[in-house]
């Protein structure tokens, strides 16, 4: 079912329906609410009547509204008063043209009182208050009043016809209301439908026009059109990195065909053969070590199992594994900072950001200097700091050193790609990697992570 009738269904359609309904149970509450007033109003009037019945001079029974000066005025209104004797004759009636329900009425065993609905024809409804009174003298008589239910009948239904009017126009109006509205979305909904479809076949989304209402399907829009935007963005990034990881085996594989051919177009000695292999030996390791950075970049982007964990355990055990690395190169490791670091990570994927930290300053740090992991609490987060005592990074490089295969100096060795895999695992984790200015010499990577 298409939006707008939807809208008009479940907007409109189904609340005039139960308007309807409710309206219908109130037409028959308000009916039983009138009739009940009605049979309050003739109990009351029965009970004035029937006080005063003898008490005439002569002990005859009489009705008391017949010779009252407000007769004529309460006439129109007033409930028909019948009196009928212990031989069920008339002995009083007012108003005289009230309409007749019985000719004689007898006093009888049953209950003093009893109401009751009888029709008299053409459509009348009369509702009958019966009343057996007993004379001074224990003589029975019967006081008998009527109501028409027409007025009830007349407000039920004015009633009636007020309140289907108004269902009508409610309806009306809703459905108009509704029209309007779901046209409205349906525009928008199907702007964004070709937004995401110019998105996905390479195209940007526009952003939203600045008259459009700021609810959630403009939060629907912008999230969208960043997402799409992110994307786009890792999709470049990954181009870039394809083309780069290209250059990158490249390289290698172009020098390993160039010795292999000079090798093989005249008879070489076997030094000269030796030499060769061990120049493509060193190709097949740098094309090892790229594969295997291209495999841990991966690794890195992909799903993340994180647990509690302590950090500074982890970096401890990270120092652990480079020390004999340092050792060979004369370069001091020390860790300062809290004992215990309660972390929420994926233990291996950060172990792995922080080994390639440090395989990076100790790269770069001099023979005799101090690598430092400084781990401090900031907020919510835990920095941690890796600090050599190196050439450093110019600040006009800081940000281009977490691009994949970016290298400052080619001889100091390495692919490229192990700044940005930390960057990558920290991201994951809600976390960023950035160059940071050095308290003195030296370059300063600063790893954030969440806390516990």
Same mark, same amino acid.
């Given at each position: 079912?298409?939006?707008?009738?939807?809208?008009?269904?479940?907007?409109?359609?189904?609340?005039?329906?139960?308007?309807?309904?409710?309206?219908?149970?109130?037409?028959?509450?308000?009916?039983?609410?009138?009739?009940?007033?009605?049979?309050?109003?003739?109990?009351?009037?029965?009970?004035?009547e029937?006080?005063?019945?003898?008490?005439?001079?002569?002990?005859?029974p009489?009705?008391?509204?017949?010779?009252?000066?407000l007769?004529?005025?309460?006439?129109?209104?007033?409930?028909?008063?019948?009196?009928?004797?212990?031989?069920?004759?008339?002995l009083?009636?007012?108003?005289?043209?009230?309409?007749?329900?019985?000719?004689?009425?007898?006093?009888?065993?049953?209950?003093?009182?009893?109401?009751?609905?009888?029709?008299v024809?053409?459509?009348?409804?009369?509702?009958?208050?019966?009343v057996?009174?007993?004379?001074?003298?224990?003589?029975?008589?019967?006081?008998?009043?009527?109501?028409?239910?027409?007025?009830?009948?007349?407000?039920?239904?004015?009633?009636?016809?007020?309140?289907?009017?108004?269902?009508?126009?409610?309806?009306?109006?809703l459905?108009?209301?509704q029209?309007?509205?779901?046209?409205?979305?349906?525009?928008?909904?199907?702007?964004?439908?070709?937004?995401?479809?110019?998105?996905?076949?390479?195209?940007?989304?526009?952003?939203?026009?600045?008259?459009?209402?700021?609810?959630?399907?403009?939060?629907?829009?912008?999230?969208?059109?960043?997402?799409?935007?992110?994307?786009?963005?890792?999709?470049?990034?990954?181009?870039?990195?394809?083309?780069r990881a290209?250059?990158? $085996?490249?390289?290698?594989?172009?020098?390993?065909?160039?010795?292999?051919?000079?090798?093989?177009?005249?008879?070489?000695?076997?030094?000269?053969?030796?030499?060769?292999?061990?120049?493509?030996?060193?190709?097949?390791?740098?094309?090892?070590?790229?594969?295997?950075?291209? $495999?841990?970049?991966?690794?890195?982007?992909?799903?993340?199992?994180?647990?509690?964990?302590?950090?500074?355990v982890?970096?401890?055990?990270?120092?652990?594994?480079?020390?004999?690395?340092?050792?060979?190169?004369?370069?001091?490791?020390?860790?300062?900072?809290?004992d215990?670091?309660?972390?929420?990570?994926?233990?291996m994927?950060?172990?792995?950001?922080?080994?390639?930290?440090?395989?990076?300053?100790?790269?770069?740090a001099?023979?005799?200097?101090?690598?430092?992991?400084?781990?401090?609490?900031?907020?919510?987060?835990? =920095?941690?700091?890796?600090?050599?005592?190196?050439?450093?990074?110019?600040?006009?490089?800081?940000?281009?050193?977490f691009?994949p295969?970016?290298?400052?100096?080619?001889?100091?060795?390495?692919?490229?790609?192990?700044l940005?895999?930390?960057? =990558?695992?920290?991201?994951?984790?809600?976390?960023d990697?950035r160059?940071?200015?050095?308290?003195g010499?030296?370059?300063?990577v600063?790893l954030?992570?969440?806390?516990?």
């Amino acid at each position: 079912m298409r939006l707008v009738r939807r809208m008009w269904l479940w907007g409109a359609v189904v609340p005039v329906v139960a308007v309807a309904a409710a309206l219908g149970m109130a037409v028959q509450v308000f009916r039983v609410v009138l009739e009940r007033a009605m049979d309050e109003a003739l109990l009351s009037q029965a009970a004035a009547e029937s006080v005063s019945l003898f008490d005439a001079p002569d002990g005859r029974p009489h009705l008391h509204v017949e010779p009252s000066p407000l007769a004529g005025a309460v006439r129109a209104f007033v409930p028909a008063t019948r009196l009928y004797g212990p031989d069920g004759t008339l002995l009083g009636v007012f108003p005289p043209e009230s309409p007749t329900v019985s000719e004689r009425v007898l006093p009888d065993d049953g209950p003093t009182s009893r109401l009751e609905t009888r029709s008299v024809g053409k459509g009348l409804r009369l509702r009958v208050l019966t009343v057996q009174v007993r004379s001074p003298e224990g003589v029975p008589h019967v006081l008998q009043l009527m109501a028409s239910l027409g007025t009830v009948d007349q407000a039920v239904g004015t009633f009636s016809s007020v309140a289907t009017v108004l269902a009508l126009l409610l309806g009306g109006v809703l459905i108009g209301i509704q029209g309007w509205q779901a046209k409205g979305l349906a525009r928008r909904l199907h702007g964004i439908a070709d937004q995401v479809a110019r998105s996905r076949d390479g195209g940007m989304m526009a952003p939203a026009p600045a008259d459009e209402p700021r609810d959630e399907i403009m939060e629907v829009r912008q999230a969208l059109t960043e997402a799409a935007l992110r994307v786009r963005v890792a999709r470049e990034a990954q181009e870039r990195l394809i083309a780069r990881a290209a250059h990158e $085996l490249r390289t290698p594989l172009a020098l390993m065909r160039t010795g292999l051919d000079l090798a093989l177009r005249r008879e070489r000695g076997a030094e000269e053969l030796r030499t060769v292999l061990e120049e493509n030996r060193r190709e097949v390791d740098r094309l090892s070590n790229v594969a295997d950075a291209l $495999l841990e970049l991966s690794a890195a982007g992909g799903a993340l199992d994180v647990q509690p964990g302590d950090l500074r355990v982890l970096l401890d055990e990270a120092v652990a594994g480079a020390r004999a690395e340092a050792d060979l190169r004369g370069v001091a490791l020390r860790v300062v900072g809290p004992d215990e670091a309660g972390c929420r990570m994926d233990a291996m994927a950060v172990r792995r950001a922080v080994d390639n930290l440090l395989a990076n300053a100790l790269r770069y740090a001099p023979r005799g200097s101090e690598v430092r992991l400084e781990l401090a609490r900031r907020e919510a987060h835990w =920095e941690v700091a890796v600090q050599d005592e190196g050439r450093g990074i110019p600040e006009t490089h800081r940000e281009d050193v977490f691009t994949p295969f970016h290298r400052l100096e080619r001889e100091a060795g390495g692919v490229g790609l192990g700044l940005s895999l930390v960057r =990558e695992v920290a991201r994951g984790h809600g976390g960023d990697a950035r160059i940071v200015e050095s308290p003195g010499p030296g370059a300063r990577v600063l790893l954030t992570l969440p806390g516990p």
